[in-house]
């Protein structure tokens, strides 16, 4: 047993030969009776029979009466340890094994596999095995099992993804398992080729104590990789044409020089140029192909160098579509005067990023064939138009809405109920006017004026207003929503509404309370005034820069793509994904995020009335190129751990209670009434079995 300690024996020994002797070399005599000692002579004892043992159950039954009790009181000098380590017999195993991208490395993926393989050929069928396969994200194919074939086959199904590697959500993961684990003996395996751009250190990660933690590192003397890092496609014009220049980098992350890498520019799977260059050791080299004229949206390139030991990282994908032109209608009320909208139009023809398309109507009513050609529809001192029902279904699909209150602008109660407030009567600030004074800067309009210097909205003056009461949030509004349907965004220092917003569908509508000239207001006369309206027409079509590429792992959302591409998305109409793979996802409904987990182009497909495609680009994470080893000494540390070994005083503490350890150690009562009950019946036995007791005679010899 375990738990027998040398003082156990010691005492043990000590005890059983006295009794032994004892009874081997035991001298019996008769009883002889004399009236006087006086006629006897002394004879000095010279040699006793040796006797032999005739009981030797009796023997058995003392000797285990003895060590039964000495083994009781020998508790208190059991250690913990001692417990845990004779109580826990199977393990709990976690392997966790890397399937990053740069695993693809030459047959590090094959040797990865057979190393998992031989983990589990040393497991018992009492262990429980756990996979873990890890790249950004970590997934346990095989939880907590004792069956052993479904741990094997799960490693032989893996397969080398496209992520990056990122070492703490598998040791998150492997936290968790064993921490709901019973078994006492708990180990982490982690199979990697243990790359340092994956390991962050994390003060708050620690696996728990008594773990053992022990690394298998999957790496090569020599890791020469070339990689394609970034495409910058740069935009210029030439004969009234958009043109654009792709320049690239080639990273050399070996040891030596390449010479002469061809590489490859692609447009929609042609190849249209290759050029040649020499890369220096850890040094980038730049490329920079012929400019093309851009035809089309959404014009798929690629650039390509040859195949290397790891070929994941030798292509770069990217997307290039014509500068987007923002369609705005704006609508003015009928007999106008020219000069009714001039501040707004001149600020609208100025910009790139985007640029403008501005259409001008008149009138009382706008039809909807008009509504579905523009992203924007600015009402310009406009009253309540008798088309208010399609405006608000406008909005609702992800159309954007500028109210400008006016002289003209009376709306009465909003039939329509298509603003975030009433428009009231008009306020006249007399004197300087009023001022902008609560200004909300986490809104996107005022995002960019938030920094010092960035324009100064409080610097212009108000001399008239309409009043603006909010209207109140419906109760279901507030029901499942993370905010407010309405909002206000600014304040005059009077406290009267200046700007607010409502939230319709998947649309805005923001109302403004005074006039965007200079007859209300001198906000057209400040500087700040361009950069003002271009966000205004920027967030209401929720327009964003295009990107050029995503990274694998990005989430994108398809209803945003769709809306911010201008084709619109009708809610509730969901949308299909079609994956570089060809693998199709459909979503019916509202459109839901989507993980980008494979190199290539997606395809974005919308199932409203404006059918369209948007084209997207994902690629590998290209610090995953950098082949660099992280010291498994470091990674061991930062856990706490001892690789291949298990620190029993830490075990012990972290898996034995003081209640534990009683428990555990209660048996001493049994063992000491077990004794108590040998001896007494040895005690009994032996007293039936008394007899006759045949001594040594003893001759007496006549004093002389």
């Known amino acids: 047993m375990s738990f027998l300690t040398p003082l156990f024996l010691v005492g043990l020994a000590g005890l059983a030969i006295p009794v032994i002797l004892h009874l081997i070399q035991k001298e019996r005599k008769n009883v002889v009776q004399f009236p006087s000692l006086m006629f006897l002579r002394r004879i000095p004892y010279q040699s006793v029979r040796r006797r032999r043992i005739r009981h030797w159950f009796l ?114 993961l492997a936290q968790r398992v064993l921490a709901e684990s019973t078994l006492q003996s708990r180990e982490v395996v982690m199979i990697s080729d243990f790359q340092r751009s994956g390991w962050v250190r994390d003060e708050n990660l620690r696996l728990p104590e008594g773990t053992t933690f022990r690394t298998v590192p999957i790496a090569d003397a020599q890791t020469p990789n070339l990689t394609v890092s970034n495409v910058l496609p740069q935009r210029s014009t030439f004969s009234g044409q958009e043109r654009i220049t792709v320049a690239a980098n080639v990273i050399n992350r070996g040891p030596s020089a390449v010479n002469n890498v061809r590489v490859t520019l692609e447009l929609d799977g042609r190849a249209v140029e290759a050029q040649t260059v020499s890369v220096q050791p850890g040094a980038p080299a730049a490329i920079s192909f012929q400019p093309f004229t851009l035809g089309r949206a959404y014009t798929r390139g690629t650039v390509r160098i040859g195949d290397d030991a790891l070929k994941q990282d030798n292509t770069f994908h990217f997307v290039v579509s014509p ?87 009376n709306w009465g109660t909003d039939s329509n109920d298509l603003l975030p407030g009433l428009p009231g009567n008009v306020v006249d600030r007399t004197g300087r006017g009023g001022a902008l004074a609560e200004l909300d800067f986490s809104h996107p309009v005022l995002e960019l004026f938030k920094a010092p210097r960035s324009g100064n909205l409080t610097t212009a003056r108000f001399f008239r207003y309409r009043a603006i009461t909010m209207k109140p949030e419906p109760a279901g509004d507030k029901e499942g929503e993370q905010a407010p349907s309405r909002r206000v965004i600014s304040r005059f220092d009077d406290g009267a509404v ?127 190129s950098d082949l660099s080893v992280l010291d498994t000494q470091e990674l061991t540390a930062a856990l706490s751990g001892r690789p291949g070994t298990v620190n029993p005083a830490s075990a012990d503490a972290a898996t034995l209670t003081p209640e534990d350890q009683e428990r555990r150690q209660n048996f001493w009562w049994y063992l000491l009434m077990a004794g108590i009950v040998l001896l007494g019946a040895e005690t009994a036995i032996s007293n039936r079995m008394k007899g006759p007791v045949e001594g040594t005679r003893i001759t007496p010899t006549a004093a002389t």
Do not use: C
């Open 498 to 624: 200046a700007m607010a917003e409502r939230r319709i569908g998947s649309g805005n509508v923001l109302l403004w309370a005074s006039t965007l000239d200079n007859y209300w207001n001198d906000l057209a006369l400040k500087p700040v005034y361009l950069p003002f309206v271009h966000e205004i027409i920027r967030h209401l079509a929720t327009y964003e820069q295009p990107a050029n590429f995503f990274t694998i792992g990005n989430v994108v959302d398809p209803a945003h793509l769709l809306r911010a591409s201008g084709l619109g998305l009708q809610t509730g109409t969901g949308a299909m994904i079609l994956t570089p793979t060809g693998q199709r996802i459909e979503q019916s409904g509202t459109p839901t995020p989507v993980q980008l987990e494979q190199p290539g182009f997606y395809e974005v497909h919308g199932r409203s009335n404006q059918a369209g495609t948007v084209s997207i680009a994902a690629n590998l994470d290209t610090a995953e």
């Open 323 to 409: 500068a987007q032109r923002l369609s705005v209608l704006l609508v003015e009320p009928s007999r106008a005067s020219r000069e009714a909208s001039l501040y707004l139009q001149k600020a609208l023809s100025i910009g790139g990023a985007p640029a403008f398309q501005v259409d001008m109507r008149d009138g009382e009513s706008v039809g909807s064939t008009d509504l579905d050609r523009h992203r924007v529809v600015i009402l310009n001192d406009v009253a309540a138009l008798s088309s208010g029902a399609e405006l608000k279904a406008f909005v609702s699909k992800g159309g954007g809405l500028l109210v400008v209150l006016g002289e003209r602008a």
């Open 59 to 172: 023997l058995f039954m003392r000797l285990a009466a003895l060590a039964l009790i000495v083994l009781a009181f020998a508790r208190p000098f059991l250690r913990r340890s001692e417990i845990a380590a004779g109580a826990s017999g199977a393990r709990e195993v976690v392997i966790l094994l890397d399937r990053s991208y740069s695993m693809g490395y030459g047959d590090r993926w094959t040797r990865a596999q057979a190393e998992a393989r031989q983990v589990v050929q040393g497991l018992t069928s009492t262990d429980h095995a756990t996979l873990v396969l890890f790249g950004t994200s970590a997934q346990a194919e095989v939880r907590a099992t004792a069956e052993l074939s479904r741990v094997t086959a799960a490693i032989d199904a893996a397969k080398v993804s496209a992520e990056a590697t990122r070492y703490a959500p598998a040791l998150k």
